[in-house]
């Protein structure tokens, strides 16, 4: 079945400094790829997302490339704030009906 | 534009009873799935609904059940509630067809207690 794996956290990182959050994927033919940012007490936000093989998501500082080869979709920011602080959840779709399978989770925290 | 809305935001329940949630899609979505995020954990598919059809079901027991309106909004019912059942629900829309979706938007989820 499909499964995303996510490392585990907290992490934590001074402000500025650069963040990576790695994120590996096990499922059949070629999913799409998401990364959803979910702040205390509220749902999730799509960051951002690429649907094949190569594709680069972006949003707001925040990327991830798709990378069938390794079957990784890593996020990355240069420059972290504290704002940037929360649970980051990578996740992939078939495209079927079988909704979105999640990672556990990456609890983020940015320090002054 | 109004975003993806869920009631009530927080209940609680007392083991045994039954417990209906609710959620409004985004404008424009016809398909609604329906998601349960225990504490610290990710959150897992329950089931979809397209056209006011179940077409998809994650690993829930049928105590888990479903309603989605011609307007697309849609219920989570949950019958017999367990201790177990205490989580975060959150309600995703999304356009797509039969065959599935391309990106799914949340609403802020209600909480749900069971004691």
């Known amino acids: 079945g499909n499964s995303v794996t996510q490392m585990e956290g907290p992490v934590t990182l001074s402000e500025e400094a650069f963040l990576t959050i790695n994120c590996t994927y096990t499922?059949?033919?070629?999913?799409?790829l998401f990364w959803y940012v979910q702040y205390p007490g509220e749902g999730l936000q799509l960051l951002l997302k690429?649907?094949?093989?190569?594709d680069k998501g972006s949003n707001k500082g925040f990327e991830a490339t798709y990378r069938k080869e390794t079957t990784s979709f890593h996020l990355e920011k240069g420059s972290v704030q504290v704002s940037d602080s929360a649970v980051y959840f990578c996740?992939?779709?078939?495209?079927?009906?079988?909704?979105?399978?999640f990672g556990k989770g990456t609890h983020l925290i940015i320090q002054p | 534009e109004t975003g993806v809305t869920q009631s009530p935001t927080h209940l609680i329940k007392t083991r045994g009873q039954q417990v209906t949630l609710r959620c409004s899609s985004q404008?424009?979505?016809?398909?609604v799935s329906w998601y349960q995020q225990a504490l610290g954990q990710g959150p897992q598919f329950i089931f979809q609904?397209?056209?006011?059809?179940?077409?998809g079901r994650g690993n829930f027991p049928p105590r888990f059940s479903g309603l989605q309106f011609p307007n697309y909004s849609s219920e989570l019912n949950v019958n017999a509630l367990e201790l177990d059942d205490s989580a975060l629900y959150l309600c995703?829309?999304?356009?797509?067809?039969?065959?599935?979706?391309?990106?799914?938007?949340f609403g802020q989820g209600t909480r749900l207690t069971v004691v």
């Open positions: 995703a829309s999304s356009l797509g067809g039969a065959g599935g979706f391309t990106e799914a938007f």
């Open positions: 499922a059949t033919g070629y999913p799409s």
């Open positions: 690429a649907t094949k093989a190569d």
């Open positions: 996740a992939l779709s078939r495209g079927g009906a079988d909704g979105l399978t």
């Open positions: 404008s424009g979505h016809n398909t």
């Open positions: 609904y397209y056209r006011e059809e179940e077409n």
